[in-house]
T-cell receptor
Framework: RKEVEQDPGPFNVPEGATVAFNCTYS??????FFWYRQDCRKEPKLLMS???SGNEDGRFTAQLNRASQYISLLIRDSKLSDSATYLC????????????FGKGTTLSVSS | DGGITQSPKYLFRKEGQNVTLSCEQN?????MYWYRQDPGQGLRLIYY???????QKGDIAEGYSVSREKKESFPLTVTSAQKNPTAFYLC???????????FGSGTRLTVV
């Protein structure tokens, strides 16, 4: 079983749409969770950490479901500038030494 | 401003040559990492170091070597034994995995 799985997409949405991405992880003992954003040919940048109680940053909402071992990212009122690849990232404590990355979900927002 | 710097941004290598990619950070992070990313693929861990003078192989270490003589620096050498080195190489550092990584801007290596 892959450790962190994401639907690769692409998700093609119009401006103003709401879009949601899910990610599943294999290790129930995982400790911390993140969403990173990667623009084409650039480095990944931290979008937000994901907390057990869920958290929101402007148009972005992240949720964690430990029982089902999945993480979600909701983007409301999509902008053209949201077009990017979104990486789900997990700190699997048993792995101990490095973060585990999903392959990413590609979002394309069009006018 | 604190950050992590990779150089060069673009690198061209002839077959049979070794090349070294630089990664320097002034964030005072203990842990540093090297990843490789191929088009349409996820990040694959090459090597990591949690402390000076110590480093560990990641998932795809064959054909690569590293050193960690200083806390700030973690250079990666791509040797001639790496048969398919053309890729985007990313260096990262971390204070604590619960806070995530900071990435450098990457080096794009092409074999010519």
């Amino acid at each position: 079983r892959k450790e962190v799985e994401q639907d690769p997409g692409p998700f093609n949405v119009p401006e103003g749409a709401t879009v949601a991405f899910n990610c599943t992880y294999s290790n129930s003992a995982s400790q911390s969770f993140f969403w990173y954003r990667q623009d084409c040919r650039k480095e990944p940048k931290l979008l937000m950490s994901v907390y057990s109680s869920g958290n929101e940053d402007g148009r972005f909402t992240a949720q964690l479901n430990r029982a089902s071992q999945y993480i979600s990212l909701l983007i409301r009122d999509s902008k053209l500038s949201d077009s990017a690849t979104y990486l789900c990232v997990v700190n699997m404590v048993q792995a101990g030494t490095a973060l585990i990355f999903g392959k990413g979900t590609t979002l394309s927002v069009s006018s | 401003d604190g950050g992590i710097t990779q150089s060069p941004k673009y690198l061209f290598r002839k077959e049979g040559q070794n090349v070294t990619l630089s990664c320097e950070q002034n964030l005072n992070h203990d842990a540093m990492y090297w990843y490789r990313q191929d088009p349409g693929q996820g990040l694959r861990l090459i090597y990591y170091s949690q402390i000076v003078n110590d480093f560990q192989k990641g998932d795809i270490a064959e054909g690569y070597s590293v050193s960690r003589e200083k806390k700030e620096s973690f250079p990666l050498t791509v040797t001639s034994a790496q048969k398919n080195p053309t890729a985007f190489y990313l260096c990262a550092s971390s204070l604590d995995l619960n806070y995530g990584y900071t990435f450098g801007s990457g080096t794009r290596l092409t074999v010519v």
